[in-house]
């Protein structure tokens, strides 16, 4: 079965350079959600689209931006970037948004900022 | 807001040995929770979920059920193999407000099962 597709699964980036994560939701899935896990820790929410608007936002850095595009894919835009945020980088999808529903995690993106 | 309260780890136990893995919630309403399951190098898998208060979630072994009157939802397992050793997080989706369908996890549990 299609999974939740993320890339790159890897990157390397030097402080206050931009980093561009995608995430490819599983077809027909219209929800997209991203957190966030520093190392040992539990993953954060950062931020939610469904059917290609902002459903909900959580402790996202202004830094960051995120959008999803027609064919529902999404990307998560990190600008200015800091040692702090290096971290697993998580994308998730739904058939629906609904408290109920089954998020289906992708294999994440590992980001490292020197 | 809500939370979610793990019991600390890490758990080590030998093969074959009864898991048990506590969680306990606070949230508004009445949530959805889950249990998911992070092997090394990997993504977040689903392990088990309940819906609504006295259902009872299961997959390959692991139950789970969802008890309103002491918020929690303990996670068990009868028999443990080296295979389960990995990190298990307790999540909640919340109903309502801002906080429909975002996740919101407990601080994870280090399981490590020795043969």
């Known amino acids: 079965a299609a999974g939740v597709i993320q890339s790159p699964r890897h990157l390397i980036k030097e402080k206050r350079e931009t980093a561009t994560l995608k995430c490819y939701p599983i077809?027909?899935?219209?929800?997209v959600y991203w957190y966030q896990q520093g190392p040992g820790q539990d993953p954060q929410f950062l931020i939610s689209?469904?059917?290609?608007?902002?459903?909900d936002k959580g402790s996202i850095p202004d830094r960051f931006s995120a959008q999803q595009f027609s064919d529902y894919h999404s990307e998560l835009n990190m600008s200015s970037l800091e040692l702090g945020d290096s971290a697993l980088y998580f994308c998730?999808?739904?058939?629906?948004?609904?408290?109920?529903?089954?998020?289906?995690f992708g294999p994440g993106t590992r980001l490292t900022v020197l | 807001g809500n939370s979610v309260t793990q019991m600390e780890g890490p758990v080590t136990l030998s093969e074959e040995a009864f898991l048990t893995i506590n969680c306990t919630y606070t949230?508004?309403?009445?949530?959805?929770l889950f249990w998911y399951v992070q092997y090394p190098g990997e993504g977040l898998q689903l392990l088990l979920k309940?819906?609504?208060?006295?259902d009872k979630g299961s997959n390959k072994g692991f139950e789970a059920t969802y008890r309103k009157e002491t918020t929690s939802f303990h996670l068990e397992k009868g028999s443990v193999q080296v295979s389960d050793s990995a990190v298990y997080f307790c999540?909640?989706?919340?109903?309502?407000?801002?906080?429909?369908?975002?996740?919101?996890f407990g601080q994870g549990t280090i399981l490590t099962v020795h043969p």
């Open positions: 077809p027909r899935h219209d929800t």
């Open positions: 689209f469904y059917e290609k608007m902002q459903s």
């Open positions: 309940a819906t609504k208060a006295d």
């Open positions: 998730a999808s739904s058939l629906e948004l609904s408290s109920t529903d089954t998020q289906y």
């Open positions: 999540a909640l989706s919340g109903r309502g407000g801002t906080s429909y369908g975002k996740l919101t």
């Open positions: 949230a508004t309403g009445y949530p959805s």
